[in-house]
């Protein structure tokens, strides 16, 4: 998707894609990453989500990457936070206690700007991309994330035929196929989601989590 189609999307208010609350499989499987207190966190388009109060109230640093400068200031916003403000060639940083989000392109970000990332959590970052973005997602972005690295990837698995994402199916066998070699990936728990989602439009709908570590 092109850039100005996020930001139009957060100027208009249409954003379906943002939850009200923390999302409950992160709540569920972020322990089998049995990451330590005080590891960092990287999260890609981060938006505005809850998710990151939450793995911050966990004990970890939370570095997020957003587009839109609207998401970053309704986020400290909501939550009564003034971040501290600098730039660099990543875009611009917004840092308050344990969370900082840059608002530029997570494509921008090397590897010296993860090197310390011990964690990655995306919900809704791979499912917004179209397939032709989702290869160079994963062999860049997430080959500049250090060894050992681990992950939590929550993607969403529909007939594609019946909806015209975004939010875009993702199968196990997609994430399989895009993270090997460099990655091992375990199936925690897909889950049937369709009764939830009435309005989804499509005639079957599920959720899976994979686990995912950097090993080579």
Same mark, same amino acid.
């Given at each position: 998707?092109?850039?100005?189609?996020?930001?139009? &999307?957060?100027?208009? #208010?249409?954003? #379906?894609?943002?939850?009200?609350?923390?999302?409950?499989?992160?709540?569920?499987?972020?322990?089998?990453? +049995?990451?330590?207190? #005080? *590891?960092?966190?990287? !999260?890609?388009?981060?938006?505005? *989500?809850?998710?990151?109060?939450?793995? +911050?109230?966990?004990?970890?640093?939370?570095?997020?990457?957003?587009? *839109?400068?609207?998401?970053?200031?309704?986020?400290?916003?909501?939550?009564?936070?003034?971040?501290?403000?600098?730039?660099?060639?990543?875009?611009?940083?917004?840092?308050?206690?344990?969370?900082?989000?840059?608002?530029? $392109?997570?494509?921008?970000?090397?590897?010296?700007?993860?090197?310390?990332?011990?964690?990655?959590?995306?919900?809704?970052?791979?499912?917004?991309?179209?397939?032709?973005?989702?290869?160079?997602? !994963?062999?860049?972005?997430? +080959? &500049?994330?250090?060894? #050992?690295?681990?992950?939590?990837?929550?993607?969403?698995?529909?007939?594609?035929?019946?909806?015209?994402?975004?939010?875009?199916?993702?199968?196990? $066998?997609?994430?399989?196929? &895009?993270?090997?070699?460099?990655?091992? !990936? $375990?199936?925690?728990?897909?889950?049937?989601?369709?009764?939830?989602?009435?309005?989804?439009?499509?005639?079957?709908? *599920?959720?899976?989590?994979?686990?995912?570590?950097?090993? &080579?």
């Amino acid at each position: 998707m092109e850039q100005a189609f996020w930001l139009q &999307r957060w100027h208009e #208010g249409r954003i #379906g894609f943002h939850r009200t609350e923390v999302m409950p499989l992160l709540e569920k499987h972020w322990g089998a990453l +049995a990451l330590a207190a #005080g *590891s960092r966190v990287f !999260v890609p388009l981060a938006g505005k *989500s809850l998710d990151l109060l939450w793995l +911050a109230a966990q004990g970890h640093r939370v570095l997020g990457v957003e587009l *839109s400068p609207l998401a970053i200031e309704q986020f400290f916003s909501e939550h009564g936070l003034t971040p501290q403000v600098h730039t660099s060639r990543y875009g611009t940083h917004h840092v308050a206690g344990d969370i900082e989000l840059i608002c530029g $392109d997570a494509f921008a970000l090397d590897a010296e700007a993860l090197a310390d990332c011990a964690g990655v959590y995306d919900r809704a970052a791979m499912i917004a991309l179209p397939p032709a973005m989702r290869a160079p997602y !994963v062999d860049e972005l997430y +080959a &500049r994330l250090p060894i #050992g690295c681990r992950g939590l990837l929550i993607t969403l698995e529909y007939p594609q035929a019946e909806k015209q994402g975004p939010p875009f199916s993702v199968e196990e $066998d997609e994430v399989r196929m &895009r993270f090997a070699p460099r990655w091992s !990936v $375990d199936l925690l728990e897909r889950r049937d989601i369709l009764a939830h989602e009435p309005g989804f439009g499509t005639s079957a709908l *599920s959720t899976a989590v994979c686990r995912l570590q950097r090993v &080579r």
